[in-house]
């Protein structure tokens, strides 16, 4: 799921003409998770479970729900159940990172946010403003 939601959500977003702006926040994205696993090297906030560092945040957790968001916001606007199966899907992603003894708990809830965060906003690049939206309606 960390390339396959990312991928769907790129090819919506090439057929909505917002391609760009799902680049540049792909790729903000990205550079943010890992400088902060540059940075915190060896903090004990990015010791994963096994005994190494760079475990803060997640860059699995970070890219699904990245992709997640960005397809229930933008692309499943109008269908609340295709959306829950992407945050799903990314959910299942941070679970697998914990399970796996790669991450824990909250360096994979780190993840999950910031690619949430990045994936539900619009920086309105080629648009006609900015916004943020999550995609899940009731």
């Known amino acids: 799921m960390k390339y396959g939601l990312p991928l769907a959500a790129a090819v919506c977003a090439a057929d909505q003409s917002r391609l760009e702006d799902f680049a540049v926040r792909g790729l903000l994205q990205a550079a943010l998770v890992l400088a902060l696993k540059s940075g915190l090297e060896d903090a004990p906030v990015a010791r994963r479970p096994s005994g190494e560092g ?23 606007e109008d269908e609340a159940a295709a959306g829950a199966a992407a945050y799903g899907a990314a959910g299942l992603t941070a679970y697998s990172r914990v399970h796996a003894g790669q991450h824990t708990p909250a360096q994979a809830m780190a993840g999950a946010l910031i690619g949430f ?21 009731f």
């Not at 475990?55 to 499943?76: I, R, W």
């Not at 539900?120 to 648009?127: K, L, M, Q, R, V």
Request: aromatic share 14%.
């Open 117 to 137: 965060s990045f994936g539900a906003a619009s920086f309105g690049i080629g648009t006609e403003g900015a916004s943020f939206s999550v995609g899940l309606t």
């Open 54 to 76: 760079r475990g803060f945040p997640s860059g699995h957790s970070a890219a699904a729900a990245f992709g997640a968001a960005d397809l229930a916001g933008k692309c499943f």
